[in-house]
């Protein structure tokens, strides 16, 4: 893949946290596959290319297809709130980057969460817990904190709210991906339709095969 590719394939991923953050405040649940994916790209911190973090496009497919919603024309298929999340996501990202201690801590937690997985599953209550005591302890400390809506009863909800953290920093974790390939916030007033573009090829493909 070249390097937009690539690129759009992290920003995507960024777009996927935003909208399981909103599904799960609102819903209450996700399917688990879609909670496996978040944290394994969690996990993958060294990979060959950008697809590798989130295995195939089509475990991006809600990503692709969330970003062509927000950055389309059709203002009926926004979500404002997907749309906080993705610029916080962002923000937050690179408040992360400017805090050498901060990636330290989070970069042992998230190594000592894939062990704790390994002899539970990636998707325990107890990995995923772990997982939001990290994001609590640092991607909330460097503020401001990513305001979540939805129903009351789901964010007061401990295994949901921990599911919320969890997402987040998949979230956080490609927002680095996508700065590490060239992906800068300008990109998303200048660079809409081209990530459009890519992002519906990219649907497509996965639609033939």
Do not use: C
Request: charged share 20%; hydrophobic share 40%; glycine share 6%.
């Amino acid at each position: 893949m070249n390097q937009f590719e690539q690129r759009t394939i992290a920003f995507a991923g960024i777009f996927r946290a935003a909208a399981l953050t909103n599904i799960l405040a609102n819903e209450g649940s996700i399917a688990e596959d879609q909670l496996r994916i978040s944290i394994e790209s969690i996990f993958n911190t060294d990979p060959e290319e950008a697809l590798e973090v989130f295995g195939s496009l089509e475990n991006l497919s809600l990503g692709l297809q969330t970003m062509i919603y927000q950055f389309g024309k059709n203002t009926d298929f926004r979500n404002i709130d997907v749309a906080r999340y993705v610029v916080g996501i962002l923000f937050l990202e690179r408040r992360l980057m400017k805090n050498p201690q901060m990636l330290e801590t989070l970069s042992s937690g998230v190594e000592l969460a894939a062990r704790q997985s390994e002899h539970f599953t990636v998707t325990h209550e107890n990995v995923i817990a772990n997982i939001a005591d990290l994001y609590s302890r640092t991607i909330s400390e460097l503020g401001p904190r990513i305001m979540v809506n939805g129903e009351q009863h789901h964010l007061t909800n401990t295994t949901i709210s921990n599911k919320i953290r969890a997402v987040l920093l998949a979230g956080i974790r490609s927002a680095v991906l996508w700065q590490q390939l060239g992906g800068r916030r300008w990109h998303i007033l200048f660079q809409r339709n081209r990530y459009i573009q890519e992002a519906e090829k990219m649907l497509n493909s996965t639609t033939v095969n």
